[in-house]
């Protein structure tokens, strides 16, 4: 049996997944995000694929609804949010899905969504002058490893105030590479992704250790996984047990910020 495993990302999956197709080779991945991957060939994928560029979504409306809208002494009706996203697979999954909750459930006021080519663009002008008019609260930019960083310059230069700024995903704003492009300037992006290496528990506020510290001891209690799951760390647990935390039995999750020496300020240092 011929399997080819290991690839990381929808982009490069997508490509992966056509040329393992062609040579019929098995194609092997714990994690599938792209809308595009998952639809393909449905008779040919593994069942109970990854669900987390699905519940990524909702982690994060439901973030920027039951977490920030509070703190801007607002209701999430009341929310202007702007999205932003690369055209990637993923990119245009995770955004699509989360214009679609925060509109139908939160009813938040959508002010703009712009997609982009991660690999051509290098001016973000444009776009920012158009959201500086539109002046939303919160920008939902799903970003890649070079625009993440040109945007996050580029709107600080140009004085583009908001409220908050929430990604999702190990790239862009929830990679490493952004924090050592920016530095200290890195902080103030709400990045929702896993914990990988790198990450610094002791980083969390209090309440923020011991949500991450019980979750594979609630994990393990939830699945009825063997005692040895509870001494897993929570991102090697995920993949362990199949499903993200944001399952409806899973507590509220940790949502970090980027920055190469993390903070853990709940409000953007930009806001207005």
């Known amino acids: 049996m011929k399997i080819i495993t290991g690839t990381f990302s929808s982009r490069l999956c997508g490509a992966a997944s056509e040329a393992a197709a062609r040579q019929n080779v098995i194609l092997l991945g714990d994690v599938v995000r792209g809308s595009a991957l998952q639809q393909a060939r449905p008779e040919e994928r593994v069942p109970h694929g990854d669900r987390r560029h699905r519940l990524r979504l909702v982690q ?3 973030f920027i609804a039951k977490h920030l809208a509070p703190r801007f002494g607002k209701k999430p009706n009341e929310l202007k949010i702007a999205f932003l996203s690369e055209d990637s697979s993923y990119g245009q999954g995770v955004t699509e899905s989360a214009r679609a909750r925060a509109k139908d459930e939160f009813k938040m006021q959508e002010v703009a969504a712009e997609y982009y080519n991660f690999q051509t663009i290098n001016d973000f002008t444009p776009i920012i002058v158009k959201f500086k008019q539109l002046a939303p609260d919160i920008v939902h930019h799903i970003g890649y490893t070079n625009d993440a960083p040109l945007f996050w310059r580029q709107a600080r230069e140009q004085n583009f105030l908001f409220k908050a700024h929430v990604h999702a995903g190990a790239t862009g704003y929830g990679s490493v ?8 300037d890195a902080n103030g992006a709400f ?3 896993e914990p990988g290496p790198g990450f610094r528990l002791e980083s969390l506020k209090p309440e923020g250790q011991k949500i991450e510290k019980g ?7 939830a699945h009825r996984l063997l005692p040895r799951s509870a001494a897993i760390s929570s991102s090697r647990a995920w993949r362990a047990c199949g499903c993200s935390r944001s399952c409806s039995t899973r507590p509220r999750p940790t949502i970090r910020r980027s920055s190469a020496t993390p903070c853990c300020r709940s409000t953007c240092r930009w806001g207005r």
């Open 177 to 184: 590479d952004f924090g050592k492009a920016l530095g200290n």
């Open 215 to 221: 979750i594979p001891r609630r994990r393990a209690e």
């Open 60 to 62: 994060t409306s439901s």
């Open 191 to 193: 990045a929702l992704l």
